[in-house]
């Protein structure tokens, strides 16, 4: 693997994350100017923004928000009647989006060369991509999203985003799809699939790396450190876990790879946050069209991962 200052695709939000703790105290005083107030207040994990940016599901196990104000992307995930959420919604590069990655274009990211970058949220100045479509029930909600260039701050016309969002008891079912009617030829990269973030105080990954998935082998647990890490992830699912090992669990059935990265210190308003991306390496070239699912869950870990297993069992007709 390539020195992440180097790697293409996943090193991309490393970078950003970089640019916050350099900047933090900057970031803060100049927030409002730049769009990048904080979406949840100064705390990421508090509601404290108007019900009008949100759509809200709900079932007996969850409540879940998605950001009208950035593509629809989820920025809430707690239990019914949770205080808290467990995804970092403080600017629009974090929460749990899309993103996609191609080569370099000329654009400028804060005084660097930047690449092809549509993400579901919106630009890094705080620009909000546009929903085109939007279908919303007690615990379903599909939005069709025109996504931004992160650099450039501009509407990538020939790409569309969709995002159906289901509630299923113990279970976030997200059905993603990513259209690109372009002309370029774009070279294979790291896609998140999705990009994952949480607030700081769930920095304790867990991960199968064993090379016999679903057999209740040892899991692998760390800190991720600085910048972006990559792991092997046999049972194509991660969680970031708190202290009492209890988080947010994500299934991606397609990959089997994932990066994370733990930054800064403090609270979500400094900069701090923690971050994983189920990845693959995909070139995004004319007539483009990938759907694909994801599965959140919440709860302790053995939780987790036992949901994750019977629907593995269920893919698999065992």
């Known amino acids: 693997m390539t020195p992440v200052a180097q790697q293409p695709g996943c090193s991309v939000r490393a970078s950003r994350i970089a640019l916050r703790r350099r900047r933090a105290l900057s970031l803060l005083a100049g927030a409002a100017a730049a769009g990048l107030t904080a979406l949840g ?21 969850f409540r879940v928000g998605l950001l009208r104000s950035s593509g629809g992307a989820i920025g809430w995930i707690s239990p019914p009647g949770g205080a808290r959420s ?58 069709v999203t025109r996504p931004v260039h992160w650099a450039a701050g501009t509407d990538i016309a020939d790409a569309v985003m969709t995002q159906k969002v289901a509630l299923q008891q113990e279970l976030i079912r997200i059905d993603y799809r990513f259209q690109y009617h372009g002309t370029v030829s774009h070279q294979p990269r790291h896609q998140e699939l999705p990009a994952v973030f949480t607030g700081p105080e ?9 090379d016999r ?5 040892a899991l692998h647990f760390r800190t991720p450190g600085w910048p972006n890490e990559y792991l092997p992830m046999t049972e194509h699912w991660v969680a970031l876990l708190n202290g009492e090992d209890w988080g947010l669990g994500c299934y991606v059935p397609r990959a089997s790879q994932l990066t994370c990265y733990r930054a800064g210190q403090g609270s979500a308003a400094a900069g701090a946050c923690s971050y994983f991306a189920p990845i693959d390496t995909i070139a995004v070239t004319p007539g483009f069209d990938m759907r694909w699912t994801v599965w959140l869950t919440l709860g302790e870990v053995t939780g987790i ?6 629907l593995q069992r269920a893919e698999s007709g065992q």
């Not at 207040?41 to 196990?61: F, H, K, M, V």
């Not at 990954?205 to 064993?210: D, G, H, Q, R, Y």
């Not at 998935?213 to 082998?217: M, Y």
């Open 41 to 61: 207040g100064t705390d990421a994990g508090t509601e404290q923004q108007s019900t009008d940016d949100w759509i809200w599901l709900g079932n007996r196990s």
């Open 86 to 143: 467990v995804v970092n919604s403080f600017d629009r590069g974090r929460l749990v989006q899309q993103s996609w990655y191609g080569d370099e274009d000329g654009s400028d990211w804060n005084g660097r060369p930047w690449r092809w970058n549509p993400v579901q949220g919106g630009d890094w100045r705080g620009r909000s991509a546009t929903i085109l479509k939007q279908s919303v029930s007690e615990s379903e909600a599909t939005v």
């Open 202 to 210: 769930y920095s304790r990954l867990a991960v199968c790396t064993s």
């Open 213 to 217: 998935p679903w057999t209740d082998a």
């Open 305 to 310: 991962r036992r949901r994750f297993q019977e």
